[in-house]
């Protein structure tokens, strides 16, 4: 158990339509990573939020959008949905944090991730 | 561009040694990790390299050639556990982050009787 909480596990929906993921980082970590894994690209960085605030984007689609809260949960939103967005998105938190926010050694502890299925 | 190559599949057996490559060519470099993933699961940090040479962490090390861009994983004493996929990832400078990782495919690893 990473004490990284994704939820949901399963989610089965139609094309067009909205769905949110949610993390719940490991307790103390500031940083949340938003990853997506697919069959024919691998693990793709999507967004990285620090303390609140985004840090660093990296693939995500327009159609996606993330946000990290005060408690430091974080939600990650898909939207107009395509059959190429069935996905396992992974959430991660880092395990130390470093005054700008870069994990100390570059250890991630990853949540089980959701599995994203678009019909 | 930014790109990083390892093996699709390995198959080795049981309480042998296996080493798995990886090369990569990123705009920028900040440190190079691999991780292990179980089929259905998360993955789990294994190691990391950001100086040239070798980190031995127990059954496993990792060696890393910066300016050949070119890293491997060394498993030992291999077990049946050790089945998974081995994922090697970099980290180019993105404002500092570490976490921002670029993953390859990684390398499906069959560990047999």
């Known amino acids: 158990d990473s004490g990284v909480t994704q939820t949901p596990k399963h989610l089965i929906t139609a094309t067009g339509q909205r769905v949110t993921l949610r993390c719940s980082p490991r307790?103390?970590?500031?940083?949340v990573y938003w990853y997506q894994q697919s069959l024919d690209q691998g693990l793709q960085f999507l967004i990285q939020y620090y303390n609140g605030e985004e840090r660093a984007k990296g693939n995500i689609l327009e159609r996606f959008s993330a946000q990290q809260f005060p408690d430091l949960h974080s939600e990650l939103n898909l939207s107009s949905l395509e059959l190429g967005d069935s996905a396992l998105y992974f959430c991660a938190s880092s395990v130390r944090q470093g005054a700008s926010g870069a994990p100390l050694d570059g250890e991630l502890f990853f949540g089980e991730g959701s599995r994203l299925t678009v019909l | 561009g930014q790109n990083i190559d390892q093996p699709t599949e390995m198959t080795a057996t049981e309480g042998a040694i296996v080493q798995i490559n990886c090369t990569y060519q990123t705009s920028g470099f900040n440190g190079l990790f691999w991780y292990q993933q179980h089929a259905g699961e998360a993955p789990t940090f294994l190691s990391y390299n950001v100086l040239d040479g070798l980190e031995e962490k127990g059954r496993f090390s990792s060696f890393l050639s910066r300016s050949k861009g070119y890293s491997y994983l060394l498993l030992k004493e291999l077990q049946m556990k050790d089945s998974a996929s081995y994922l090697c990832?970099?980290?180019?400078?993105?404002?500092?982050?570490?976490?921002?990782?670029?993953f390859g495919k990684g390398t499906k690893l069959s560990v047999k009787p």
């Open positions: 990832a970099v980290s180019p400078f993105y404002g500092g982050s570490q976490g921002n990782l670029i």
């Open positions: 307790s103390g970590d500031l940083s």
